[in-house]
Structures are given as C-alpha cells and as structure tokens.
C-alpha cells in the first residue's frame, strides 16, 4: 500500500512552485487605484475652486498677512469654542494668525437676521465690501453660512501695485496714475505676474439655518470656505469634504475637516502662488498625502 505522504509530496511541491498570482496582479490594481484617485482629486480642486486644475490663468486667492479672527454674535461659550477652534485649525495647516491686539481681518458673525445686520453693516462701513461688486447678491442670497472675499493683486514678488506716473520721463496722458506691478524677473509662460491677495473675509452664520449643527462643523466650514476663494455652490458629489456640510444628509454629513480639506489647504499654501501650474502642483502632492500611511506623511 502506497504511503499517503509520497502523494502529497509531489502536490506540495507544485503548490510552492504555483505563480503567486495575488503577487503578481497587485501592481496594476494599485496603479488603477492611483488612477481612480488621481482622477477624484483633480475634479475636487476643479470642483472647489471653480477652475478647472489644469487652468493656467487663473491664480488662486490665498493670504500673503497674517489672518486675525473676529467672532461676534453667539454667546461666551460658543463664541470663544468657534475662536478657539478656528485660530488652532490655522495652527495645524501652517498659517500664521496675527499677534494679540491685530486688527480684525477674518470676521465671523452669527445672527438670526443676516440681510438686515449686513444692510446695517454696509451702511455704517462703506469698505465693508471693497468696490461693492456684487455686494446686493451677496446680502440677498440665503445661504446657512455666507462668504464674502475682499482681495488686492500683488505683485509676484510680493509688493503691491504703484501709481504709473512717467514712463522714459515723459507723461503718459490717461495712464497716469494707473497700478503697475513691478520686480517680476521670472517667465510669464511659467509664473502669474500678479496674483490675488486676500485682505479679508466675512463668514455670516444664519442661526436660522445652522440648529441641530455642532460648533465644530460650522466652525471647519468657515475655515475651507475662508482660506482660499471656494466655490459654494459646487456640486461636489461624493467627495470627503466638509464643503458638504449643508448639502449630506442628516446621517452622512462630514463632522469637521477631511483629510482631503486639509491636504487641500496645506499644500495650497506650500506650493508656490505665483505658479501657473499650482492647481497641478497640489493635486500631484494631495494624491500623495491622502494614500500615504500615516507614518509616512511629512
């Protein structure tokens, strides 16, 4: 009779000697993954910022001052958790805040009322919204939590513009006085000569429209919304966003900031503004970040 073990040798021998066919599929289920989400960060930055990311026109608005937050209109305890939450979120991405006693330049209000504290507000500050383009829309428009930008064009090195007065020492008739940038030694085939300054923005809660919200969420919201000129109104799918926050269902709404937000925001600020190619610059070190173990990250 046949020993079993001299069958079961053989059988043995060729399992080991079997292609490890997980082994060898691997490679490209991780490049089609890679693929997938290449794909879904680039239409997140297109979706968010309104331009496509391969858009070289387009320079994105970021703060070049430190960014000083005022909170007014919840009580103590909600107020100082908004404060606190939103100068410590500017601590984890790498944005400077400004110093003890700087002046408002980030405002978030709360109120039941928000057309008619920004009708008063306007009235009382005539700058309140800069050139007041598109200001009527921005009061009229109901929305949980609203935005509004206020920016300059600098410079790529970083100067703001200056009267254009003499040019070869002569006057130039109608041009005089016009803004002219200055110091760009760089290409402009590769480098926006100006880009957009943010120098404030205004966050205005609509209690009305926040109940049953936590802080936190709103809190986040005003944050992505208020570091860089997003889109509001972007239909953004399935994507981990708290840009979502007022469009999730009840059970599916993001709780704060994702990990793409964060990704999203942090390389915007370490990619170089001036770059007419930054949107591709951030969605090539987002895909990074957001599929890097932990560990791993910077």
């Known amino acids: 009779m046949a020993d079993p073990r001299d069958t079961a040798a053989p059988s043995g021998t060729r399992q080991a000697n079997r292609p490890d066919f997980k082994a060898v599929e ?80 980030f405002y978030v209000v709360a109120t039941t009322q928000p057309e008619a504290v920004l009708k008063a507000w306007s009235h009382h500050d005539t700058l309140m919204f800069g050139d007041a383009a598109g200001s009527e829309r921005f009061i009229q428009t109901p929305r949980p939590v609203r935005i509004w930008y206020n920016s ?25 006085g016009a803004p002219t940038f200055t110091g760009h030694g760089g290409s402009w085939r590769f480098e926006f000569p100006v880009v957009p300054n943010l120098l404030s923005v205004i966050a205005v809660i609509d209690l009305t429209q926040v109940m049953g919200l936590d802080w936190r969420q709103v809190t986040d ?33 993001p709780q704060g900031l994702s990990d793409w937000d964060r990704a999203f925001l942090t390389e915007l600020y370490r990619t170089s503004q001036v770059s007419r190619h930054q949107r591709l610059e951030v969605a090539k070190a987002m895909l990074r970040d957001i599929t890097l173990p932990m560990n791993e990250r910077r």
């Open 221 to 253: 919201y005003v944050v992505m919304a208020g570091l860089t000129k997003v889109d509001l109104d972007a239909k953004l799918g399935g994507a981990p966003t708290i840009l979502r926050l007022f469009t999730s269902s009840a059970d599916a709404r």
């Open 26 to 105: 691997s490679p490209p289920q991780i490049t089609i993954q890679a693929n997938v989400f290449d794909k879904r960060v680039r239409a997140f930055i297109s979706k968010v910022s309104g331009v496509p990311v391969w858009s070289n026109d387009d320079p994105v608005a970021l703060w070049h001052t430190p960014i000083c937050p005022l909170v007014e209109g919840l009580r103590r305890q909600d107020g100082e958790f908004v404060f606190d939450r939103l100068t410590y979120a500017l601590a984890s991405l790498g944005i400077p805040r400004g110093a003890i006693g700087c002046r408002p330049n």
């Open 152 to 176: 300059a064009l600098v410079g790529s090195d970083g100067n703001g513009a200056v009267p254009l007065s003499t040019f070869g020492g002569g006057t130039l008739g109608g041009f005089d």
